[in-house]
């Protein structure tokens, strides 16, 4: 079990500029999850997929945010256009099927600066 | 909709010391999880502690245990014998029994003193 990993940890881009940070779910773990983190608040959650597919995105997740899983391994989050408001802290979870309800393992996050 | 709400930003304990640290939720669900993660500076979070809204006693991982008021919406976190690893952000979370999403609170800063 070698954890959740994020890449890149940091990404510095100017605005306008597209971006895409990359997932590695815990292997054995079919739910991921991706959560934006702003300072001086919790994360919140973004979107999530049940192996490939994913279920759920929050209203947070404008058109120029888009998430991919193929193959039900790791994920990609892109960020089109991005924008200075779009600076923060991107979190990836994921979970095992028997214990999602409770079990959320987190990863180290990647930090967006847009200037 | 579902919030949590962490009223203590910033909290302080000497080490050895006892803290308690607020997080009350609003939901009309009657079974839903509720945990506590700690963020370490430039860390990931890990999960601390976790209660299902189901069992009436409350949850206890070491030095560890909260204090779990149903009827209040109230979910604290008590941290004995604070140890200078304990220095973290401190986020109170909330999952529906059926949902897929975890709602986190702003957080609470716990500063250690030695």
């Known amino acids: 079990d070698t954890g959740v990993s994020q890449d890149p940890r940091h990404k510095i881009t100017k605005r306008g500029q597209n971006v895409t940070f990359r997932c590695d779910p815990i292997?054995?773990?079919?739910?991921l999850y991706w959560y934006r983190q702003t300072l001086g608040q919790g994360p919140e959650f973004l979107t999530y997929?049940?192996?490939?597919?994913?279920?759920?995105k929050s209203r947070l997740l404008s058109d120029r945010f888009s998430a991919e899983r193929p193959k039900g391994s790791f994920s990609t989050l892109e960020i089109q256009r991005t924008e200075q408001g779009d600076s923060a802290m991107y979190l990836c979870?994921?979970?095992?099927?028997?214990?999602?309800?409770?079990?959320?393992?987190f990863g180290p996050g990647t930090r967006l600066t847009v200037t | 909709a579902q919030t949590v709400t962490q009223s203590q930003p910033e909290m302080s304990v000497q080490e050895a010391e006892t803290v308690t640290l607020s997080c009350t939720y609003d939901?009309?669900?009657?079974?839903?999880?509720l945990f506590w993660y700690k963020q370490p500076p430039s860390r990931q979070m890990i999960l601390v502690i976790r209660?299902?809204?189901?069992?009436?006693q409350n949850a206890t991982e070491n030095r560890f245990s909260v204090n779990f008021q149903k009827a209040a919406k109230s979910f604290s976190l008590k941290i004995s014998d604070s140890q200078l690893g304990d220095a973290a952000m401190y986020f109170c979370?909330?999952?529906?029994?059926?949902?897929?999403?975890?709602?986190f609170g702003t957080g609470t800063s716990l500063t250690v003193i030695p």
């Open positions: 209660q299902e809204a189901y069992k009436q």
């Open positions: 979870a994921s979970s095992h099927r028997d214990r999602a309800l409770y079990e959320q393992y």
């Open positions: 997929f049940q192996n490939e597919a994913q279920l759920e």
């Open positions: 939901t009309s669900e009657s079974d839903y999880y």
């Open positions: 292997s054995e773990h079919n739910r």
């Open positions: 979370a909330y999952r529906m029994d059926t949902g897929n999403q975890f709602y």
